[in-house]
């Protein structure tokens, strides 16, 4: 049994900050600070501030647009990209930008197939570098079945870039009948990993940090949109998918919990962590729940339905080691849980400031 909700909760006070903090861009209870406090109420609107991955909306001829899913509707999304280094190993800033857009929509059950791509470029970065992060962004595209159809270019003064920033903007085509969403988990649900948990923010780390493996460790940034279209064909009841980037999955989980007003208790048991990914961050005192994934994704899915779709998920090459790590309560609802091996229980909250900047 877990303990009295009293003795879970963090009671890490939340605080306004007079200047931006690096916590502010991780993911974590800094950025939701900074959207409550000021993003929404200086921009919010009924589709904003659903704060799902995208906003799916239906025009209706007149120039306004809701989120209804009577019929076919337009899913958009915008990303900014600022790794550092902006090649490492398994992809670069490049593929990164188009992955990580591409996905959000996917997540959102959307069929991406537009992007356009804003390049802010440092003075002196070596043109061989920009070809070959472009060459990169190009196939990535190529192979995500999406056009770039738009965008722009900056150049700034040596040192006030570090070397490439790209935003993206994404726009996808959401089938009538489709909803997913954030708001939609509910007590008895299951939740599934598509994979292993941290490899992204690892090899980015053993490049920073010079670490050494036996093995190679890879990025494991990658496109999701054929692994959520066979998922969504199999089991179209699917409840939410997110793709846990910064922040990870303990985050990810924590932003549902709060929009569905649910609690999650995962397995640690049925975690799936890389040997190498899991020493580097004991060694480095950090916690693989935290470590951001740009190949994964999360999804909540009703009992009855989740083994045929661990079946299909692990038929598919982004899908092999796809597992189930938890279920969804109706008890300490906005609260993330996880069961250690040893059977005690501890939350998990979300990211209070930056495990590692610049990620993505």
């Given at each position: 049994m877990m303990p009295d909700i009293d003795q879970l909760v963090c009671a890490t006070p939340v605080m306004r900050h007079d200047r931006v903090m690096l916590g502010h861009g991780g993911g974590g209870r800094l950025g939701a600070d900074l959207l409550e406090q000021l993003i929404l109420p200086a921009l919010g609107n009924d589709v904003l501030n659903r704060l799902e991955d995208q906003a799916v909306l239906r025009f209706d001829g007149q120039g306004s647009c809701s989120s209804g899913a009577e019929s076919g509707r337009l899913a958009i999304t915008t990303d900014a990209f600022v790794v550092r280094p902006i090649f490492f190993p398994g992809g670069d800033i490049g593929c990164l930008a188009v992955h990580g857009t591409v996905n959000d929509l996917a997540v959102g059950g959307a069929e991406p197939r537009y992007l356009t791509v804003s390049l802010i470029l440092e003075e002196g970065l070596p043109m061989a570098d920009l070809e070959r992060v472009l060459q990169s962004l190009g196939r990535a595209a190529k192979d995500a079945g999406v056009q770039v159809v738009a965008g722009d270019t900056k150049v700034v003064e040596r040192g006030n870039c570090d070397q490439v920033y790209i935003t993206t903007t994404g726009v996808g085509y959401v089938p009538p009948g489709r909803s997913l969403s954030c708001h939609a988990a509910r007590a008895g649900d299951h939740v599934i990993v598509s994979g292993t948990i941290g490899d992204h923010g690892v090899a980015i780390m053993s490049v920073r940090?010079?670490?050494?493996?036996?093995?190679?460790?890879?990025?494991?940034?990658?496109?999701?949109?054929?692994?959520?279209?066979?998922?969504?064909?199999?089991?179209?009841?699917?409840?939410?998918?997110?793709?846990?980037?910064?922040?990870?999955?303990?985050?990810?989980?924590?932003?549902?919990?709060?929009?569905?007003?649910?609690?999650?208790?995962?397995?640690?048991?049925?975690?799936?962590?890389?040997?190498?990914?899991?020493?580097?961050?004991?060694?480095?005192?950090?916690?693989?729940?935290?470590?951001?994934?740009?190949?994964?994704?999360?999804?909540?899915?009703?009992?009855?339905?989740?083994?045929?779709?661990?079946?299909?998920?692990?038929?598919?090459?982004?899908?092999?080691?796809?597992?189930?790590i938890g279920k969804v309560l109706s008890d300490h609802p906005g609260t993330v849980a996880l069961r250690s091996t040893f059977g005690r229980e501890r939350v998990i909250p979300m990211l209070s400031g930056e495990q590692l900047p610049r990620i993505c």
């Amino acid at each position: 049994m877990m303990p009295d909700i009293d003795q879970l909760v963090c009671a890490t006070p939340v605080m306004r900050h007079d200047r931006v903090m690096l916590g502010h861009g991780g993911g974590g209870r800094l950025g939701a600070d900074l959207l409550e406090q000021l993003i929404l109420p200086a921009l919010g609107n009924d589709v904003l501030n659903r704060l799902e991955d995208q906003a799916v909306l239906r025009f209706d001829g007149q120039g306004s647009c809701s989120s209804g899913a009577e019929s076919g509707r337009l899913a958009i999304t915008t990303d900014a990209f600022v790794v550092r280094p902006i090649f490492f190993p398994g992809g670069d800033i490049g593929c990164l930008a188009v992955h990580g857009t591409v996905n959000d929509l996917a997540v959102g059950g959307a069929e991406p197939r537009y992007l356009t791509v804003s390049l802010i470029l440092e003075e002196g970065l070596p043109m061989a570098d920009l070809e070959r992060v472009l060459q990169s962004l190009g196939r990535a595209a190529k192979d995500a079945g999406v056009q770039v159809v738009a965008g722009d270019t900056k150049v700034v003064e040596r040192g006030n870039c570090d070397q490439v920033y790209i935003t993206t903007t994404g726009v996808g085509y959401v089938p009538p009948g489709r909803s997913l969403s954030c708001h939609a988990a509910r007590a008895g649900d299951h939740v599934i990993v598509s994979g292993t948990i941290g490899d992204h923010g690892v090899a980015i780390m053993s490049v920073r940090e010079g670490l050494e493996f036996e093995t190679v460790l890879k990025s494991d940034t990658a496109c999701l949109s054929g692994l959520t279209r066979r998922m969504l064909e199999v089991c179209p009841n699917i409840r939410c998918m997110r793709d846990p980037t910064r922040g990870g999955v303990a985050s990810a989980l924590n932003e549902i919990a709060r929009a569905s007003n649910v609690g999650f208790l995962l397995s640690e048991a049925d975690l799936v962590v890389r040997p190498e990914v899991r020493a580097a961050c004991e060694m480095l005192g950090l916690d693989p729940l935290y470590m951001p994934c740009e190949g994964r994704l999360l999804a909540i899915v009703p009992p009855a339905e989740s083994a045929e779709l661990l079946t299909a998920m692990q038929s598919h090459p982004l899908g092999w080691n796809a597992s189930v790590i938890g279920k969804v309560l109706s008890d300490h609802p906005g609260t993330v849980a996880l069961r250690s091996t040893f059977g005690r229980e501890r939350v998990i909250p979300m990211l209070s400031g930056e495990q590692l900047p610049r990620i993505c």
